[in-house]
């Protein structure tokens, strides 16, 4: 075994945070920045490393030896999990949602770093994830859900507003299962308590996140879910979208992806429009990496 040591979530690693120019917010005088969790690791993307932090340090804790974890095949999680346990000298499995045998350069990824795939039909996976864990776990086995949104993973993202002493009004992020949300929004009520938290939701008909949310980080009241930003729907994007990254990407040199950060930076053009934010005021974007994804649409 080869092992890289200290692994990567015991490295002191505190992502940039930058002010941006973009023309529709410069005209309004709202002032742009962005957090760039994405910087954090090209794998370990963003969010998925603030959620996996205390899940793979308390995992080795326990003297755990291996990764279990669940996911679409185009998955930010799945990958992450497996570039993770790879760099914390662990071995993973990863079961991926549908049966059909897919080699997209997602799964292509997990298999370099080691993981183990196998896939499970969408009925099975829907509805039988515990004994599916069951089956393919086993002793010195750390089980993450879907995702990878628990307590740890809330700890982790709640550190995110730590790295940064100046206070910002308004906090924008993407949501898929709302943990990254959670643990914001508590990172927020400690160290930023007048700052307003705006999760966007990624998928269609969302509402159901909120009580997932509060489930997560229960009694704040900091933060807000918009569901009207998703585009059709989860990972539904359409030329205006791609456009947007585009003008982003060569106004800025910041990469966004078209499933997540492309939509949270929609949704911060559309409520500056509204006026959701004052002239004045501070808005800090929330880069939650997920950039593999982006470049899967190289060559489509
Ligand atoms: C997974 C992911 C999210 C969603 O995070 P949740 O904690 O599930 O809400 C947001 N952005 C990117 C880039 C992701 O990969």
Redesign the pocket.
Known sequence: MYAALPHIFRLPLHSPLQKIKVPAFEEKAVELYIKRDDLLHPFV????WR?LKYNLLEAAESGKNRLLTFGGAYS??LL?TAAAAAACGMSSTGLVRGDEQVNNHQLFLCRSFGMELHFIPREIYRNQKEALAEEYGGPGTCILPE???NAM?VKG?AEVLEETDATYHHIL?????????A?IALGASIHMPAARVH?IA?LKGADFLRSDIEKLAPGLHNWELHTRFHRGGYAHYDPSLLQLIQDFASGTGILL?Q???AK?FAASLQLLQEAYFKPGEKVLLLH???LC?YLSLAGQ
């Not at 993307?45 to 998925?48: C, I, L, P, Q």
């Not at 992020?173 to 949300?181: E, H, S, V």
Request: hydrophobic share 25%; with cysteine.
């Open positions: 993307s963003g969010n998925k959620k930010n999680h992450a995702g990878g949104s993973a993202c992020l993407a949501a898929g299962t709302g943990g990254t949300t643990g999760a990624a992806d499933v997540y950060t949270m939650t990496g997920g994804g």
